[in-house]
């Protein structure tokens, strides 16, 4: 047998490992449908539309007002807090705001900040979290105006100074 024989002879035990490689070790390639004759199992379909939906709490406290709006909101398959604003429409609702998401773990609730910037009139992507069902999310509308921004920015005298 000369080496270019031996050569063909591997490479084509090799196309057939990888060939036959997939089928024998479970993958599924192929999708289940009709056009193959296969079909899908009915537990799947009915598992699905028997779930209950996941659900994020939302909380708006209007200034002015001292019951607050409570609301539950069905999930999206991936949702952020600038994606429910937007969805609720709380951010043409409010121009500026306080938000903070409140995450169940285990016993307590974790209380995650939330930065919104007025000016562009969206969340910091820094801390634009992903929603999980079961989170709380509280949004504070904010009455300040562009006045206390100027205010807050003069440096104050009777603070105490600052060492470096």
Same mark, same amino acid.
């Given at each position: 047998m000369t080496t270019r024989n031996c050569w063909l002879t591997y490479a084509g035990a090799a196309a057939l490992l990888l060939l036959l490689i997939p089928v024998g070790s479970g993958c599924t390639a192929l999708q289940a449908d009709s056009s193959l004759g296969l079909q899908t199992s009915g537990l799947m379909e009915g598992a699905a539309e028997e779930a209950p939906a996941a659900t994020i709490s939302l909380e708006v406290r209007p200034a002015g007002r001292r019951e607050p709006e409570m609301q539950q909101i069905p999930m999206h398959s991936l949702m952020h807090v600038q994606d429910l604003l937007e969805h609720t429409r709380l951010n043409r609702r409010f121009r500026r705001m306080g938000l903070h998401?409140? +995450?169940? $773990? !285990? !016993? &307590? %609730?974790?209380?995650?900040?939330?930065?919104?910037?007025?000016?562009? !009139?969206?969340?910091?992507?820094?801390?634009?979290?992903?929603?999980?069902? !079961? #989170?709380?999310?509280?949004?504070?509308?904010? $009455?300040? $105006?562009?006045? &206390? #921004? %100027?205010?807050?920015?003069? /440096?104050? /005298?009777?603070? /105490?100074? +600052? +060492? %470096?």
């Open positions: 998401v409140m +995450r169940p $773990t !285990g !016993g &307590d %609730m974790v209380r995650m900040k939330v930065r919104f910037s007025h000016e562009t !009139g969206r969340v910091d992507p820094l801390f634009d979290y992903a929603l999980r069902p !079961g #989170d709380h999310v509280v949004v504070i509308e904010d $009455t300040s $105006t562009v006045l &206390d #921004d %100027m205010l807050d920015s003069l /440096p104050n /005298p009777l603070a /105490p100074a +600052r +060492r %470096m």
